[in-house]
């Protein structure tokens, strides 16, 4: 399990979140349904995966916030993603 979780970590570290095909596949193509790491600053970062549909990825942030970003794919054309980003104190 540890080593899965490694490489979906090191899968994550390749997307380019700009890349609504990218985020896609990693949609589409991933099983798993809620996991943590750390980022590259350090914080903690839960992400919480609905196959085929969005991810969710909730940071810890240093500074006290919580970022929530939130990328789904679009229903009415699925080769478009749609982007949220919220916070919380």
Same mark, same amino acid.
Not at 68 to 89: A, M
């Given at each position: 399990? /540890? @080593? ?12 380019? =979140? ?13 099983? %798993?349904?809620? %996991? ?10 839960? %992400? ?7 991810? /969710? ?5 240093? @500074?006290? =916030? ?13 080769? %478009? ?9």
């Amino acid at each position: 399990m /540890e @080593n899965e979780l490694q490489v979906l970590q090191e899968e994550i570290n390749q997307i380019d =979140w700009h890349d609504d095909y990218m985020i896609r596949d990693f949609i589409n193509n991933n099983n %798993f349904e809620i %996991f943590t790491a750390k980022n590259q600053d350090g914080e903690t970062v839960i %992400f919480g995966i609905v196959q085929g549909k969005r991810i /969710e990825i909730t940071t810890y942030q240093k @500074n006290g =916030w919580i970022r929530i970003n939130v990328y789904t794919i679009d229903n009415d054309s699925p080769i %478009f993603i749609i982007r949220e980003e919220f916070y919380k104190k």
